[in-house]
């Protein structure tokens, strides 16, 4: 005990979380984070895609506290509450038919993992196919259908058997590979009778920003739709409004079978969930899934208003052309010759950092990324080799943050030698 008080108090927390920076922070608004001291800091990460709304919007600070002096708690089988009666009723204003059911839960590995005991359930079957470089979370489960990195996986085996992997294809010309491999993947390793669901994040997140080529997702549909397998698409990340629509996937005529919701759904507070048609979901026998604080009020009520701002502040417009503005000016920066590629969507952008040789430049990323913190800009990277500097800034960032943060960034990778 004395020991311990005698150290900092970081040394009561598990190593096993990194830190990407020092920063101790008392506060945030909008597109800034302020330090004890109250230095500014543009916070570019959006908390990783979660205050879309931008830090402690009014609004929905307002919501939270109108909640709090009414109930904090309210358990989701022992009784219905207003606020996840607001929620869904304004989930049903953004997701499409028939996606018009829903299960709320807290985190996003919860939601993959309850996405993946309702297929279960709803097909009869136990495979699941997931895709290369995909990331969907830290739970037992989940974890089983990420192959972004092996630090993710290492040392927690015997993971969840029956996963297949299939490529992911970045550009046009990988498509019909990609596809001809998850067929041969359905004949050679898991049978579409024993295969309850893919799982695909519609653009790839922590595996490095890779948004694949026009077709490929209706291609997935088709596939799942030919063998009854269920489609189900992590919008963890690239939901609400981020890529300039409200969901990824609306920028390809499909619909998936479930659709995972969490990080910007409630601008902060713990909430998550699944929406799949009320078909499917009669299919999950009622009592075999559950939890204590799923749907709870405080964080229905934070979403509720979050999608209201979402809607009335026209975010997800904003999205999309901030990011084709973010996404011009990022590419002068590459004609520069310092940046391998620019790509996103709406204001999901990754700049790739390779080296001479072409190797992804890992090295060079973090010193980018680095150099812009000491100059107040946090940014964070991704990819499987930590090689992408990734952009996600809250929906809600004017043009002079941008422009700010452009600054820079550019400075930044002047002043880090090559
Ligand atoms: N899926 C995707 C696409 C994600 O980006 C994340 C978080 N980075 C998760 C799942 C896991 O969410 P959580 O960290 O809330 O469990």
């Not at 590995?109 to 495979?127: M, Y």
């Not at 999309?320 to 790509?343: Q, Y």
Request: net charge negative; aromatic share 6%.
């Amino acid at each position: 005990m004395s020991t311990m008080a005698q150290r900092d108090w970081k040394y009561a927390l598990a190593p096993v979380w990194p830190h990407f920076t020092e920063l101790q922070i008392s506060r945030g608004k909008g597109s800034f984070l302020f330090d004890r001291e109250g230095n500014p800091y543009l916070d570019f990460t959006s908390g990783i895609g979660v205050t879309n709304t931008g830090h402690c919007h009014p609004r929905i600070v307002q919501a939270i506290q109108a909640q709090a002096e009414k109930l904090l708690h309210g358990q989701a089988t022992i009784l219905y509450h207003e606020p996840m009666q607001e929620l869904v009723k304004e989930l049903r204003t953004v997701i499409p038919d028939p996606l018009d059911c829903f299960f709320l839960t807290n985190s996003g590995s919860e939601a993959v993992e309850s996405a993946l005991k309702l297929a279960r359930h709803a097909t009869g079957r136990t495979n699941v196919t997931c895709f290369q470089g995909g990331y969907h979370g830290r739970t037992i489960g989940a974890m089983s259908v990420t192959t972004a990195k092996t630090v993710y996986r290492l040392h927690y085996q015997p993971l969840m058997p029956g996963v297949a992997v299939a490529p992911y294809p970045r550009r046009k010309e990988d498509v019909p590979y990609c596809l001809e491999e998850l067929e041969r993947l359905l004949v050679t390793q898991t049978a579409p009778s024993e295969t309850a669901a893919m799982i695909v994040e519609p653009i790839l997140g922590e595996g490095g920003y890779i948004v694949p080529p026009a077709g490929f997702l209706p291609e997935l549909r088709r596939i799942c739709d030919e063998h009854g397998i269920l489609l189900i698409l992590d919008e963890i990340q690239s939901g609400f409004g981020r890529t300039g629509q409200f969901f990824a996937f609306e920028h390809e005529p499909m619909i998936p079978d479930i659709c995972i919701m969490a990080k910007g759904l409630a601008s902060g507070l713990p909430l998550s969930g699944i929406a799949a048609p009320r078909e499917v979901m009669e299919r999950w026998v009622t009592g075999s899934h559950g939890g204590t604080y799923g749907g709870n009020p405080l964080a229905c009520a934070a979403a509720a208003e979050t999608i209201r701002v979402l809607k009335e502040e026209s975010l997800p417009e904003r999205a999309a052309t901030l990011g084709k503005e973010l996404i011009a000016s990022l590419n002068r920066c590459k004609d520069s010759g310092e940046i391998h590629e620019v790509r996103g969507r709406g204001l999901m952008v990754g700049c790739e950092f390779r080296d001479t040789r072409q190797k992804p430049d890992r090295d060079r990323a973090a010193k980018v990324r680095l150099a812009c913190l000491q100059q107040g800009l946090i940014l964070l990277t991704c990819g499987t080799y930590d090689h992408v500097i990734r952009w996600i800034p809250p929906l809600t960032v004017s043009q002079s943050e941008l422009s700010q943060a452009l600054t820079v960034f550019e400075s930044a990778l002047m002043d880090v030698d090559p």
